[in-house]
């Protein structure tokens, strides 16, 4: 059964939430984990679509996983069978690749189905590969499969021709248990990449230098057990601290790092909001009508891409002209039809949005394209008069762990219910009045 989204717009976010573990790290360590033959214990792991859809498949070639509770997993690889991972659900996935990484890398033998991912553009995997090759596989696609192999992997030296997060991790991963030195040039420096570093070398990796361009990779023999606490979900932060400033809010978002989101705060704080930073929390707030900005997503430190559709609806309901250049994907300003069917005025020309500021949005019926503008369309019907109904939910879910309901707890009115059920729909309109 589909459900959606209804929601009642116009309440100020007030109160306090708690951030959940980062999912795109956590898809790059539940495949790490797989190349131990010891027990690995992941803690803070999201209980979001796209980690479950993972752990079915890790089970699916016989690795043994316990979720001791819903944010804690036990992982156990000594058992894999396969190294085949043909699903339908992990067809949908993009970060399926990874599986490709660690199986190359622990059992020199991988297939995985070429992934697939939102649709926010051309997604090429051409780095991930030749990196696989520089350590000596030979890689083929064929029906849909990639197919990857090697007697043995030798460590090389690999300069990215693009700045990639999955090419990054699944070199790591493929690269950590060659024979010998790997340096990884030109390499991308997220948050979630210093995590999986930090995993591998937990348990027994050599990984220097993640975080930076240049990662260096001494090879071991083997990896072992470990226990490990997944960091906070800088996006998921990210979407709270946008829909504070949106609402006119004040919200305490607690469970982050607030290093990492740093891009984020600087431009909160230039267009008019207030952040405040403490050690493990930022507090966002703002009390009148935001001004306009400018805004280019880059690779990490600059302003993440997963981002964008966020911030630009709320630049959206800022005063003024503002510019935002998607530089990392080309296809991501889907949702911008669905804003204007809520009364913003945005023209997109190629990679840019040119955004003039209204000021309000009005309810409307609309539709979550992919996961981060689903999120971003969240925000706009929590600002918007009247209700917004807001389907294909099920791209939301894949990275955000109770949404409706952390929302619910600082004061929104939006709730889940079944698409095309009208009683759910009055009795929600009845109970918020
Ligand atoms: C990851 C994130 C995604 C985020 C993106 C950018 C996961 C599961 N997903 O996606 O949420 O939006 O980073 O921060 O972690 N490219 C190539 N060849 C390649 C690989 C990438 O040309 O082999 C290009 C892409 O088309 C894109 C750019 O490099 O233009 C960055 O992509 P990449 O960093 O690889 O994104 P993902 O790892 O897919």
């Known amino acids: ?32 984990a797989l190349m131990t033959n010891d027990t690995v214990v992941i803690d803070n792991l999201p ?36 190294n085949t991972i043909d699903y339908d659900s992990v067809r949908k996935m993009r970060a399926s690749y990874y599986l490709l990484g660690a199986l190359l ?39 849909g499969m990639i197919h990857t ?3 043995k992997l030798v460590g090389n030296h690999i300069f990215l021709d693009v700045v990639s997060v999955g090419a990054t991790i699944n070199i790591m991963l493929a690269a950590c248990m060659a024979e010998g030195r790997t340096v990884i040039e030109n390499a991308a420096k997220e948050p979630h990449i210093v995590d999986v570093a930090n995993f591998l070398n937990s348990m027994g990796a050599d990984i220097k230098g993640a975080g930076t361009d240049k990662i260096r990779i001494s090879g071991v023999e ?22 504070a400033a949106a609402t006119k809010g004040d919200v ?43 805004i280019k997503t880059l690779p990490y430190p600059g302003f993440p891409t997963d981002m964008q559709p966020q911030i630009a609806t709320l630049l959206a309901l800022s005063e003024g002209t503002s510019i935002v250049t998607e530089s990392i994907f080309e296809n991501r300003f889907k949702y911008v039809d669905e804003l204007s069917r809520m009364g913003a005025s945005i023209k997109v020309e190629g990679n840019v949005a040119i955004i003039e500021g209204v000021h309000g949005f009005t309810g409307a019926t609309i539709s979550a ?61 009845l109970k918020i009045g």
Do not use: W
């Open 1 to 32: 059964m589909e459900n959606q989204y209804i929601i009642k717009g116009g309440t100020p976010l007030h109160g306090e939430v708690t951030i959940g573990g980062a999912k795109n790290a956590a898809l790059g360590i539940l495949a790490a």
């Open 47 to 82: 209980d979001v679509r796209d980690i479950n859809v993972l752990l079915d498949a890790i089970q699916g070639i016989g690795a043994t996983v316990k979720r001791r509770e819903p944010h804690v997993v036990e992982i156990n690889g000594s058992t894999i069978k396969d």
């Open 105 to 143: 890398g622990k059992y020199h033998k991988a297939q995985v189905v070429l992934p697939g991912g939102c649709d926010i553009g051309s997604r090429p995997i051409d780095q991930h590969l030749k990196g696989f090759r520089a350590l000596g596989a030979t890689v083929n696609i064929e029906y």
């Open 149 to 151: 192999q090697a007697e």
């Open 222 to 243: 083997k990896l072992h057990g470990s226990e490990y606490s997944i960091i906070p979900d800088q996006i998921e932060a990210g979407t709270f601290m946008i829909a």
């Open 252 to 294: 305490l978002i607690k469970n982050v790092i607030p290093k990492h989101l740093e891009a984020i705060s600087v431009k909160l704080i230039e267009i008019g909001a207030t952040v405040e930073e403490f050690d493990d929390a930022v507090r966002v707030s703002a009390g009148h009508r935001l001004g306009h900005s400018q």
């Open 369 to 429: 394209p992919d996961l981060r503008a689903g999120a971003a369309l969240v925000v706009a019907g929590l600002v918007a008069e009247g209700y917004t109904t807001i389907d294909s939910i099920k791209y939301i879910e894949r990275g955000y762990e109770c949404f409706e309901k952390k929302l619910c707890a600082l004061g929104a009115s939006i709730e889940k219910i079944p698409v095309d059920d009208e009683r759910a729909v009055q009795k929600f309109k």
